[in-house]
């Protein structure tokens, strides 16, 4: 099983990134391929919306020579797709939302090409936010599951920690269980 953990934190070693520490090792630890992709650093422009990938068949087809094409193929060739991200204002950051923008490429819904190089995968979040889950998260489920829908892939959850504060708090044996535990999950959902 491959798993294409994509972490759209602008800081690469932190709490975001720590919570991950536990999850991939678990991934790993019990078989899984995982391939690792931040996005900080790389360069993905924001979708144009001129459709043009709607008449490219077979592949993702963007216009744009950034590096969306190279993820787009990763996610194409994950049995698992993990969105990695810190909460900002209620949504996922910046870089995350730029790459889930164009998606478009993977779904021929609206052109002369047809089909969907991504229909089945399975995806889940884990993300870190300052407020409470229900509050602070529940608004990029709501879309990610709205995605899953809409592109026919299997939402299979969100684990996600809260920042009270201190960096520490992302090492404790609770946030590292919950992490093992989470990746364990969809293991056994993988599994099926």
């Known amino acids: 099983m491959k798993f294409c953990v994509i972490m759209g934190s602008p800081r690469p070693a932190g709490n975001t990134a720590e919570l991950l520490k536990p999850f991939m ?20 422009r924001p979708c144009l919306g001129c459709f043009s990938c ?51 490429g993977l779904n021929k819904f609206y052109g002369t090409a047809r089909g969907s190089l991504w229909k089945g995968r399975k995806v889940a979040i884990i ?22 829908k809409h592109s026919g892939l299997e939402y299979t959850g969100m684990y996600s920690y809260r920042d009270k504060g201190n960096f520490a708090d992302f090492k404790t044996e609770e946030a590292v269980k919950g992490a093992e535990e989470f990746a364990l999950r969809l293991l056994s959902i993988g599994g099926k």
């Not at 993300?127 to 899953?148: D, M, Q, S, V």
Request: charged residues 25%; glycine residues 8%.
């Open 25 to 44: 090792a678990m991934l790993k630890s019990n078989g899984a391929e995982v391939e690792y992709i931040t996005l900080q650093g790389k360069d993905i």
């Open 54 to 104: 709607q008449h490219v068949e077979g592949e993702f087809g963007c216009v744009q020579n950034d590096g969306a094409g190279e993820i787009m193929d990763s996610i194409i060739k994950s049995d698992f797709i993990v969105l990695a991200t810190p909460i900002y204002s209620w949504y996922c950051t910046a870089q995350m939302k730029a790459l889930l923008d164009r998606h478009y």
């Open 127 to 148: 993300a870190t936010h300052g407020y409470k889950a229900e509050y602070a998260a529940e608004p990029f489920e709501t879309g990610i599951k709205r995605l899953c």
